[in-house]
């Protein structure tokens, strides 16, 4: 089946660093690839679509400047949270599908602790 | 705005027990609506996945129904196991943006052994 790799899949880190999420489709091509974020017991929310080699749509309330996505290839996503502060901590899930109509395959997340 | 509301958001159970897991949303208008499951810490397993068009899926112990008109979805686990223990979650699909997936909070299930 169609897997996703997502590292890392923990990180612990200092109030102001900027910490960078990968997302990789590793047996077929995404070409679109989704951020979620989820809070402990809450629903995951949708932050952002990146579709290969354009720019990410952002929901509603998801700063850009402090989420930068970058999807630079059809197998690639990168989530960056720059100048992260303990608000941020969170877990982040990417979701690629191949085409459109096709089910997304979801990662398995990356627990982010900002201190 | 799609809502997606499940309910219990928790359920202890004994193993072997049939049940239901419940799902609500308030846009009728959608492409299709997926079950998955999720462990702990971990991100979400596909479970089965209903077109609109369509009124139920199964796969092995799981079935699951989709009432397009009344805004529902169940999903039934027969014979319960404590590996079926996890969080359950739904999420329904736009129509016209086909890939974009509203969340439920989700049920969080425990079998007892």
């Known amino acids: 089946g169609a897997v996703v790799s997502q590292h890392p899949s923990r990180v612990i880190c200092k109030s102001g660093t900027s910490v960078k999420i990968e997302c990789r489709s590793l047996?077929?091509?995404?070409?679109?690839m989704f951020w979620y974020r989820q809070f402990p017991k809450q629903s995951l929310m949708l932050m952002a679509t990146s579709n290969e080699g354009s720019k990410a749509t952002y929901e509603q309330g998801v700063e850009k400047d402090k989420f930068l996505i970058n999807h630079a290839s059809l197998t690639l996503s990168t989530l960056t949270v720059t100048s992260a502060h303990p608000e941020d901590s969170s877990f982040y899930i990417c979701?690629?599908?191949?085409?459109?109509?096709?089910?997304?395959?979801f990662g398995d997340g990356t627990r982010l602790s900002i201190l | 705005k799609q809502e997606v509301t499940q309910i219990p958001a928790a359920l202890s159970v004994p193993e072997g027990e049939n049940l239901v897991l419940n799902c609500s949303f308030t846009d009728s208008a959608i492409y299709n609506l997926q079950w998955f499951r999720q462990d702990p810490g971990k991100g979400l397993t596909s479970l089965l996945l209903i077109q609109s068009s369509q009124r139920e899926q199964t796969s092995g112990r799981l079935n699951a129904s989709l009432d397009k008109s009344s805004g529902r979805s169940t999903l039934y686990i027969a014979a319960s196991q404590p590996g079926d223990s996890a969080t359950y979650l739904c999420a329904v699909s736009r129509v016209g943006s086909a890939r974009q997936l509203t969340f439920g909070s989700g049920t969080q299930l425990t079998v007892l052994p």
């Open positions: 047996d077929f091509q995404a070409t679109t």
């Open positions: 979701s690629a599908a191949w085409g459109i109509d096709q089910p997304q395959h």
